[in-house]
């Protein structure tokens, strides 16, 4: 059975910074793309990151960038989220997703973790 599972969020001031961890077991990732999404109290998910297997293409959302550094560590199946600057609009529940570089479709998801950002 594949699990992601999120760890590191938690309460933080503004300005601050978190890392965040999914470590991925049940399987290996090879050709999967590694995302973080977020999702605010009554909000849509929304896209923060992403990364590819070998870790040379990288994305962020605009609200994220130079804030925000995804990275990846295959010999581990861990993908990590290290924040800094946090304001208190990146307050949200954060997910790690995997899905197969050939598919737009998410295959795997973890429970999420929650950053809270205090003003």
């Known amino acids: 059975q594949v699990q992601l599972v999120e760890s590191g969020g938690g309460l933080v001031q503004a300005g601050g910074s978190l890392r965040l961890s999914c470590a991925a077991s049940g399987s290996t990732f090879s050709n999967y793309w590694l995302t973080w999404f977020r999702q605010a109290p009554g909000k849509e998910r929304e896209f923060v990151a992403t990364i590819n297997w070998s870790g040379n293409i990288k994305n962020y959302a605009d609200s994220v960038k130079g804030r925000f550094t995804i990275s990846r560590d295959n010999t581990k199946n861990t993908v990590a989220l290290q924040t800094s600057s946090l304001k208190p609009e990146d307050t949200a529940v954060y997910y790690c997703?995997?899905?197969?570089?050939?598919?737009?479709?998410?295959?795997?998801w973890g429970q999420g973790t929650q950053v809270t950002v205090s003003s």
């Open positions: 997703a995997a899905r197969w570089s050939g598919s737009s479709k998410y295959d795997y």
